[in-house]
């Protein structure tokens, strides 16, 4: 199917600078009616910087076209598999915008705050009770820096223990989550690959086969990139805890088993969670997040300050764990994220989780099957949250690659999902549908998605040339990156890219 191809301008073409003319105002400046004072020595002014000078109506155009060219999750069906980009209700912003919580100081005496600090209590407690990991801090700011907060735990765990010096290595599944080994190597440790099973979930033979007095933890994405679900894994907690390591999980798809299974239960020691993931907070755009650390009362001691804790007195203060492994930024963390977390949380309660899990599992399964057949499917069982197809086929048979078929996706209106991640899969297409979505937004995708697989077949050149609709075509990537034009340069002006 061809699509039309309107023409659209180019706004990243002719910038604010570009527009208007001399003299315009977008708003009437009243006269200064102060004293006035000298300006500046002649030789510190600008001569040469120029401003733009648009009227209002062109100044609010300009920035509402821009803003068009913004994909978000308010503008449409965002599949971005492992990120989980979904809908989050507006008024858990609200909440956490009311005066009381947005405009309290850092620095108030605990007398003052006990408001804000009784709040986050209280999402520690819930967070702790989900989890099944009772000692709960909420201060890392994103799920990276709560996953070296668990890394950095262990290892002072094991210092007690007087075994750091042996157990030097940490093995992690190459189904897990590509930070997992690079934290693993920032705290210090050698990292081992293990490869993944047949079915893809953990190898367990291979696990047996590694675990030795050198291992300090194994870290397991649960559920794992694939969106597959670590079979065995509470016989694999065993054999870990019996070779005297830790279990260490990255909880980020935690909204895919929230309500239904507690990783304390499964065997795990410490987890991370990505509340700006599962729990109604915006992901991306660089942050902010928040990445609480879960653990045993083995392991709390050891927790990042400050910790929320009601004290003899009543009052909640902000406690330092007694082996801390000490303070990872200023203050107690995003507390904005923490305070939608907990508003998402109280709405919903257990039942209302325990329904987004299993929503989210269902529309992931419904993509799968929707689009079975149309795409290799290298792990072809019932998913979790997302789904992992392969654009395989359509390269070995059409020339067609996975990056060809994301930029096509524009041109039906949806932004792409994750490509070429995990690396394990081939022309990997990385979807996640999750629970916001309803069914007729996933069928439509899906349709989206089969109209691609059609044109790899009968007009792959449609795909090379993608996106055709977007205001900015398919770019020569090797000079961006190499040449990048990173300021305003004047209308008309050479440009490398």
């Known amino acids: 199917m ?40 002649t030789h510190l002014l600008r001569d040469s910087l120029r401003l733009p000078e648009l009227s209002q109506g062109e100044l609010v155009r300009y920035y509402t076209a ?3 060219r913004n994909f978000g999750i308010d ?11 979904k809908y989050n209700p507006k008024v858990d912003d609200l909440v956490a915008s009311s005066a009381g919580f947005a405009t309290a100081h850092p620095q108030s005496p605990a007398e003052e705050a006990q408001g804000t ?5 209280e999402l520690r407690r819930g967070l702790g009770e989900a989890t099944g990991l009772p000692a709960v801090s909420l201060a890392p700011a994103a799920g990276a820096q709560g996953e070296l907060a668990g ?16 157990r030097r290595r940490i093995l992690v599944p190459d189904s897990a989550h590509g930070t997992n080994p690079a934290t693993a190597a920032m705290a210090g440790f050698a990292v081992t690959q293990i490869p993944t099973a047949a079915d893809g979930s953990l190898d367990r033979a291979t696990i047996e086969q590694e675990l030795d007095e050198s291992v300090a933890a ?6 794992n990139t694939l969106g597959l679900w670590e079979q065995g894994i509470e016989d694999v907690a065993d054999l870990i805890h019996g070779a005297g390591a830790y279990l260490y999980g990255d909880g980020a798809n935690f909204n895919a088993i929230m309500g239904r299974v507690r990783y304390g239960d499964l065997g795990f020691d410490v987890v991370h969670l990505n509340l700006h993931k599962s729990f109604s907070t915006p992901h991306g755009g660089g942050g902010p997040g928040a990445g609480p650390v879960c653990c045993s009362e083995e392991l709390a001691p050891y927790l990042p300050t400050p910790v929320v804790e009601e004290c003899e007195d009543g009052l909640v203060r902000l406690t330092a764990p007694e082996r801390s492994i000490g303070q990872l930024q200023q203050f107690h963390g995003n507390v904005g994220v923490l305070i939608r977390a907990y508003a998402y949380m109280r709405a919903l309660g257990l039942k209302g989780l325990r329904a987004v899990s299993g929503q989210a599992v269902l529309n992931a399964n419904y993509l799968r099957v929707l689009l079975h ?34 930029k096509r996706l524009i041109d039906h209106g949806f932004h792409p999902p994750t490509v070429y991640f995990p690396l394990i899969v081939e022309e990997a297409l990385m979807m996640e549908p999750t629970e916001t979505e309803p069914p007729e937004a996933i069928e439509a995708f899906a349709a989206a998605m089969i109209a691609i697989a059609e044109e790899a077949e009968e007009d ?23 040449r990048p034009v990173l300021r305003w340069q004047e209308e008309g002006a050479d440009s490398p890219a």
Do not use: N
């Open 2 to 41: 061809t699509l039309p191809r309107p023409k659209t301008e180019d706004f990243g073409a002719r910038l604010s600078f570009d527009r208007g003319s001399p003299g315009r105002r977008a708003v009437d400046v009243p006269a200064w009616a102060g004293d006035e004072r000298p300006l500046p020595d």
């Open 66 to 68: 821009l803003s068009a």
């Open 75 to 85: 503008s449409g069906t965002y599949p971005l598999g492992s990120c989980t980009m």
């Open 117 to 121: 600090l009784r709040t986050l209590l």
């Open 151 to 166: 890394v950095l735990m262990i290892t002072r765990a094991l210092e007690d223990r007087g075994e750091l010096e042996t």
């Open 218 to 223: 194994v870290m397991v994405t649960a559920p």
């Open 373 to 406: 057949g149309h795409y290799d499917l290298p792990y072809d069982r019932p998913v979790l949250h997302e789904v992992v197809f392969s654009g395989s086929r359509q390269r070995r048979e059409h020339g067609v690659r996975t990056y060809d078929i994301a």
């Open 460 to 482: 792959p050149e449609e795909l090379h040339g993608a996106p055709w609709t977007a205001p900015i075509g398919r770019l020569d990537e090797a000079t961006a990156a190499r």
